[in-house]
């Protein structure tokens, strides 16, 4: 994955769903925090579309403890061919955490694979200016510098949406969304910012952040808006 342009993944922890995907995704990512033997489903993986792979720690929102394996299980997961690209988090790569997330990318880059340094906020949307410096942050580490935020209101998307076009502008490439009912319309609107990568289930059920739409839905949307 390049991330040139905007890329949908399928988002979820079974890539079973693969075949469901392909006609509305541009890849998958796997949620290996929440899959039950991700490393072995990697090994089975057959399907057509690229793999992004997220070992989400339990401080940044997601389930796989702060431990050595968890870092080990991602630098495994860059090794297959399907896998494209790895997300690590910012404040990992910042020091949060007794262990070295910088070697991940390091491993990833070996392989060729692209790097999404991600910070969340699941309490707020930060000033703009601070969106901006969070996401200049994570660009310097990878390719794509991805936040996503919690929306109270409608002028926290503006915020967000303001420091996606002014970031895309200065060249960065950057992924955002606002989580949470009032943020909820940032998903297809975001692109037009020029935000490269949007995430959805196949199935609604199976949503891994609050507000999102489920895949046909989303592609549907920025499509007709694009």
């Known amino acids: 994955m390049d991330f040139?342009?905007?890329?949908?993944?399928?988002?979820g922890a079974d890539l079973a769903d693969e075949p469901a995907a392909r006609e509305d995704?541009?890849?998958m990512e796997l949620r290996m925090d929440f899959a039950d033997e991700p490393l072995a489903m990697l090994d089975d993986?057959?399907?057509d579309l690229p793999v992004l792979v997220t070992n989400r720690v339990e401080w940044e929102g997601g389930e796989a403890a702060d431990d050595t394996a968890r870092l080990d299980a991602l630098e495994t997961a860059v090794e297959h061919d399907a896998v494209t690209a790895v997300d690590v988090e910012l404040a990992a790569l910042?020091?949060?955490g007794e262990h070295d997330a910088a070697r991940v990318v390091s491993h990833a880059r070996d392989h060729g694979a692209s790097v999404v340094v991600s910070t969340h906020d699941f309490e707020a949307?930060?000033?703009?200016?601070d969106i901006v410096a969070r996401l200049e942050r994570a660009c310097e580490y990878g390719d794509v510098g991805k936040i996503a935020t919690t929306a109270r209101d409608r002028g926290d998307v503006l915020a967000l949406l303001e420091a996606t076009h002014r970031l895309?502008?200065?060249g960065e490439t950057v992924a955002t969304m606002a989580m949470g009912e009032a943020g909820r319309h940032s998903r297809p609107v975001a692109p037009l910012y020029g935000s490269r990568i949007g995430y959805a289930p196949v199935d609604p059920a199976d949503a891994t952040a609050p507000g999102q739409y489920d895949l046909a839905t989303l592609?549907?949307?920025v499509d007709q808006l694009s």
Do not use: I, K, Q, V
């Open 219 to 221: 592609r549907r949307l």
């Open 125 to 129: 949307t930060p000033a703009e200016d």
């Open 4 to 11: 040139d342009s905007f890329t949908l993944l399928a988002a």
């Open 168 to 170: 895309t502008e200065a």
């Open 25 to 27: 995704a541009d890849g």
């Open 94 to 96: 910042e020091g949060e």
């Open 45 to 47: 993986y057959e399907g």
